[in-house]
């Protein structure tokens, strides 16, 4: 390997890549920070500088190690597990009233907000509903906030639940999937803005390889085991 090519590797590990969905708040905040130095105190200003930091930081989008074994879930986002419960999924998706083992996530403004898919298969129905504000870490807020659901059904017919719930703070949810489309573990969906929480909802009889109050990584640690193998060690794909 060439000292460029070596270079560019180091590079790569320091600078961390921005979600394009960042790229319009962070100039906002730039454009602020400039004029409060320019026709301000300068105090003001180097407050600007620590928010427009804190913006970049935000909307950092790391590449994932993400497990390719055939069965398994990973967490749609980074942050820490706040519940596990049975509940019904959103009646939006019109999947019935039988209740899933739901395990939530909660994300507060310091993880990164960028969703992953937790499975392949194909996306059967996806719907957006409005709703509150309500503080993501209360158990109504899966009820009541503002979410986008997605029915995920695999190749041999299990169906899976996640969702993108709005919280306190985050007031905007985007969520690139469509009807019909094909999709990897681990691949981008998404994000939320500004805090927020994602539901998984498992198939019936999978038990969660997770407990309350461990933290998550998004696309890397695995939720649950579809098929309850144990084949040696895990191969993962940078994604």
């Known amino acids: 390997m060439s000292r460029k090519e070596k270079n560019m ?7 961390v890549p921005i979600n394009p969905e960042g790229h319009r708040f962070i100039a906002i905040f730039a454009a602020v920070t400039l004029a409060l130095f320019l026709f301000t105190w300068p105090f003001l200003g180097w407050i600007g500088v620590v928010l427009t930091l804190w913006c970049v930081y ?3 989008d790391p590449n994932r190690n993400v497990p390719t074994r055939e069965g398994l879930i990973v967490s749609p986002a980074d942050g820490v597990v706040q519940l596990i419960e049975r509940a019904v999924p959103p009646e939006e998706l ?3 009233s039988d209740a899933m083992l739901r395990v939530s996530v909660f994300l507060n403004v310091f993880n990164v907000h960028v969703n992953r898919v937790p499975l392949g298969g194909s996306i059967v129905r996806q719907v957006y ?7 993501a870490a209360l158990d109504k807020a899966s009820e009541e906030n503002e979410r986008h659901a ?3 059904r695999t190749d041999d017919g299990k169906d899976v639940v996640f969702v993108q719930i709005a919280g306190l703070v985050a007031r905007r949810i985007v969520c690139y999937l469509t009807d019909g489309q094909q999709v990897r573990t681990g691949e981008r969906f998404g994000l ?3 805090g927020s929480r994602t539901d998984i909802y498992l ?9 309350l109050g461990q933290n998550m990584v998004g696309g890397e640690t695995i939720i649950a085991d579809l098929k309850g193998e144990n084949d040696g ?4 794909e940078v994604r």
Not at 9 to 15: A, C, F, I, Y
Not at 129 to 135: A, S, V
């Open 9 to 15: 590797d180091t590079l790569k590990s320091v600078v």
């Open 58 to 60: 935000f909307f950092r």
């Open 94 to 96: 019109g999947m019935g």
């Open 129 to 135: 509903r409005p709703g509150k504000f309500l503080n």
């Open 150 to 152: 997605v029915h995920l």
């Open 192 to 194: 939320i803005r500004f």
């Open 203 to 211: 198939p019936e009889g999978v038990e969660p390889l997770v407990g």
């Open 233 to 236: 060690p895990m191969p993962v």
